[in-house]
């Protein structure tokens, strides 16, 4: 059975300093797999996917993702946070049956 | 990507009432899902629906509290029947259409009193 696990529920940086939301995932078979952005009182956005192409996944906002099937993640990353990237951001893997599997969601507090 | 649109967009409503919930998307899609997003929480699916067939309800979620419809290939309803405080969330509608990805509706926020 597929499951995702978020290992932080609360990440702050400063603005401008790197971000790193860490994403691991479970799946029988090569998963596909998302990261989406909520923000408050907003609905939810892509930011990028992996489907199995390359393994470096460049979405929107200069945010990516490494997929490291050695290490069952795909942690997102960006070189410099702003202060519009805090937000609600959910890693989701993708089930047999089209259905996907939110995890818990990291909430991303930028400090000016 | 397919733009959803979700109506009411917030609603308050007295407990022991039901509350009939709309997505509309601006292109056929094959797929369409409903999820519910408790205060501070992740999202929970509720159910698949399928145009033409019944919908598919996830462990935890029955018919006769959460109906659905999906009489065509843009348009989808939810009812929350006989509503409590604890079905007080965020209701939101996604969409799948063969790619891989679902795109999502804005939400209904919904507070029962």
């Known amino acids: 059975a597929q499951s995702v696990t978020q290992l932080d529920s609360h990440v702050s940086v400063s603005e401008g300093t790197p971000v790193l939301l860490r994403c691991n995932y479970s799946?029988?078979?090569?998963?596909?797999l998302f990261w989406y952005v909520q923000h408050p009182n907003k609905g939810l956005q892509l930011l990028l996917k992996?489907?199995?192409?390359?393994?470096l996944v460049k979405g929107i906002n200069g945010f990516e993702a490494e997929f490291k099937k050695s290490e069952t993640s795909f942690h997102l990353t960006k070189p410099s946070a702003h202060m519009s990237d805090a937000a609600e951001y959910f890693c989701?893997?993708?089930?047999?049956?089209?259905?996907?599997?939110f995890g818990p969601g990291t909430s991303l507090s930028v400090i000016p | 990507s397919a733009v959803i649109s979700q109506k009411p967009s917030r609603d308050i409503c007295q407990r022991g009432t039901s509350l009939t919930i709309q997505c509309q998307v601006d292109s056929q899609v094959t797929m369409m899902f409903w999820y519910r997003q408790q205060p501070g929480q992740s999202l929970t699916l509720i159910a698949t629906?399928?145009?033409?067939?019944?919908?598919?309800?996830e462990s935890g979620f029955v018919i006769d509290k959460f109906p659905i419809s999906r009489p065509n290939l843009t348009f989808s309803t939810l009812t929350v029947s006989n509503m409590s405080p604890e079905d007080s969330s965020i209701y939101l509608c996604s969409s799948s259409s063969g790619s891989h990805e679902q795109y999502f509706g804005p939400g209904t926020r919904l507070t029962v009193t």
């Open positions: 989701v893997v993708k089930t047999s049956y089209d259905k996907v599997i």
């Open positions: 629906a399928n145009q033409g067939s019944e919908a598919t309800y």
């Open positions: 799946s029988s078979y090569s998963p596909s």
């Open positions: 992996y489907t199995s192409a390359a393994t």
